[in-house]
């Protein structure tokens, strides 16, 4: 075969230029017609097209936001929701308000964050008031939203005298008002005892709801006030500030309750949160995550997330974190839980109500390992993460929530378990040994 080709090779150098650029010319025209498919257009022939339509939630299980329950049903909302009873229904104050006690550390900027409001909001605010700039410890502030989750009105109680408000505007801005309280602050003793339940009975005993809320709060980590007997007995301080005989505002300074014998007792110091007699804090202690080992994060708290397909606002009201299937997830606080079940696009999921102001929610678990009504303590398996309901890949939605506000979990203050120290605890003491004596059932 060499032999020949060498032979062939041989011959076409001999032959004269002309010919064997011919030659070549030829061959190479050959082997194109060899290799080429003409592609033949016929005019009445309509070319065929296949359309696929795909129905609106199969649109949205192709989009991130598909992790997660958006625009539910309202029976499938209705359903998902913590269930309520007669402490939330009775105690609650003005619908869509949320409060805040400034603790160490805060500012205007890491408190109303943690809840999704905007820093262009804030710096807003900030402009309007530089005061606001430097809070302090034991003030209170609180704040109203819109049902597209933008900030309306704030109100900062700068002390017991003077309490400033701040309006939004038609023109996006806000407009400061200043309110200085002329009336006596008078402090009064209620005392009772338990009948068919603790509201009733501490309406009987002279308390509004907004103190009843104020004494539930300050006592909710020591005591289940669902499961006072007939015949427990309490006693609570209240500072009222009276003008022209109305009561306008008040201030809790102490609660004592006595319950199967025992009693409890809760006392406000400066800093506004409430210790028990020996100055030690009253909260329990949280963890920051709710497995073992932190998980990437697969999709951000956005109170004001807009459904790409419906173009309304469908607020991601919790973190994603993606994780395997089959991770042990934990309970982040003690608390008992409220929730255990499967329910449309949250799939199995669990709800723990940590006292009366926190609730925090695990989604699209695998395997529920509690029960309704099960209490549970901090670092508790609860459930194994999973990929249930409407999702669509492995992954664990979680939720906190504060005074039923959802606020975003990587930046949350939690309640932590401490006490007083050094000259702190001395002042509180002084101040409880006065309160304490007032707090007599008799």
Known sequence: MQQIARSVALAFNNLPRPHRVMLGSLTVLTLAVAVWRPYIYHPESAPIVKTIELEKNEVRSLLPEASEPIDQAAPEAEDEAIPQDELDEKTAGEAGVHEYVVSTG??????????????GEISQLA???????????????????????????????????????????????FKMSSEIAQGDWVNSVMKGTVGGSFVASAKDAGLNSAEISAVI?????QMDFRKLKKGDEFSVLMSREMLDGKREQSQLLGVRLRSDGKDYYAIRA??????????????????????????????????????????????????????????????????EVVMAKRSGAAGYYVAIRHGRTYTTRYMHLKKLLVKPGQKVK?????????????????????????????????????????????????????????????????
């Open 270 to 335: 400066e800093d506004g949160k409430f210790y028990d007699r020996n100055g030690s804090g009253l909260a329990k202690g949280f963890l920051r995550f709710p497995t073992s080992r932190q998980f990437r994060v697969s999709s951000n708290f956005n109170p004001r997330r807009l459904n790409p397909v419906t173009g309304r606002v469908a607020p991601h009201k919790g973190v994603d974190f993606a994780m395997p299937q089959g991770t042990p997830v934990l309970a982040v606080g003690d608390g």
């Open 127 to 173: 402009a309007v008031d530089k005061d606001l700039r430097n809070l302090k410890i034991g003030q209170q502030i609180s704040w109203t939203l819109t049902p597209e989750g933008e900030l309306q009105r704030l109100t900062w109680e700068m002390s017991r005298r003077e309490t400033r408000t701040y309006d939004r505007q038609a023109n996006g801005g």
């Open 378 to 442: 901090r670092g508790d398996r609860i459930a194994l993460s999973g990929n249930t309901g409407r999702s669509t890949g492995p992954h664990l939605h979680y939720e906190i929530w504060i005074n039923q506000q959802a606020v975003n979990p990587l930046t949350a203050k939690l309640p932590r378990t401490e006490g007083l120290t050094g000259s702190d605890r001395r002042d509180y003491l002084a101040q409880a040994n006065e309160v304490i004596p007032q707090l007599r059932f008799d």
């Open 217 to 221: 709060k300050a006592m909710q980590w």
């Open 106 to 119: 805060d500012t205007l900027s890491s408190v109303l964050n943690q809840y999704g409001i905007d820093m």
